[in-house]
């Protein structure tokens, strides 16, 4: 079974500081896929980042890159020059592939973030 | 089009009530999920239809009843739910091929009273 760690509860960071929030990951698959998402206190997930297991350069998506080591099982996420709307809580989530095409994800237990001006 | 609506917003119910949540895409998405997520917990599945037919049902009790009436809606009935049934339910959607992200709704928060 698929199991995603993340073993920061909360964080709270100066603004304009990055800030790292990690996620590590246990599977047997060999093909799989690591999302981020971004959940504000309104309740909607928002997707910020993918990595594919194959994939060899880390994602980058504007100030969100991915810190993806395969051996060590971790796929922790970077934020750059954090900003006060980066206050929100955040998922790691690993994709389970099921028939016709369809996905599962898992999440982990997330990690709140709050920047401080 | 990169949306997934949800209807309402907010539900307060009874539990003797009948209610239904409706979602609804416009990005050609032939898959479809329900999500259940309790307060300072992340989501977890509850149901997956892939081109309009239930395939995933998570050993979700039979008070909660999904039902996708074409490829672009998902319905979830409710019906005798219990005050611990309380939660923010989302709704996200995936192309079944050629791509990876699960795009999600802003949810509804149900309160059962």
């Known amino acids: 079974a698929q199991k995603i760690t993340q073993t920061q509860p909360g964080m709270f960071v100066q603004e304009k500081e990055a800030v790292t929030l990690d996620c590590t990951y246990d599977t047997s698959d060999q093909s799989y896929g690591l999302f981020w998402y971004k959940q504000p206190s309104s309740g909607e997930m928002i997707f910020l980042i993918y990595?594919?297991?194959?994939?060899?350069q880390n994602a980058t998506e504007g100030r969100y890159s991915l810190n993806f080591q395969k051996a060590r099982k971790s796929a922790n996420l970077v934020i750059s020059a954090s900003q006060l709307g980066d206050s929100a809580m955040y998922f790691c989530?690993?994709?389970?592939?099921?028939?016709?095409?369809?996905?599962?994800?898992?999440f982990g237990q997330g990690t709140r973030l709050t920047i401080n001006p | 089009d990169t949306e997934v609506t949800q209807t309402p917003k907010h539900l307060v119910m009874g539990m003797t009530n009948k209610k239904s949540l409706k979602c609804e895409q416009h990005?050609?998405?032939?898959?479809m999920y329900w999500y259940k997520q309790k307060a300072k917990k992340p989501p977890e599945l509850m149901f997956v239809y892939s081109y309009e037919k239930l395939s995933i049902n998570e050993s979700v009790p039979s008070r909660f009843s999904p039902e996708c009436p074409n490829s672009s809606l998902l319905n979830l009935h409710l019906h005798a739910l219990q005050p611990e049934d309380s939660a923010l339910y989302l709704c996200?959607?995936?192309?079944?091929?050629?791509?990876?992200?699960?795009?999600f709704g802003p949810g509804t928060r149900l309160t059962v009273l």
């Open positions: 990595q594919g297991s194959y994939d060899e």
């Open positions: 996200a959607s995936s192309p079944l091929s050629g791509g990876n992200e699960q795009f």
């Open positions: 990005m050609g998405h032939r898959a």
């Open positions: 989530a690993m994709r389970e592939d099921l028939f016709q095409g369809a996905q599962k994800l898992v």
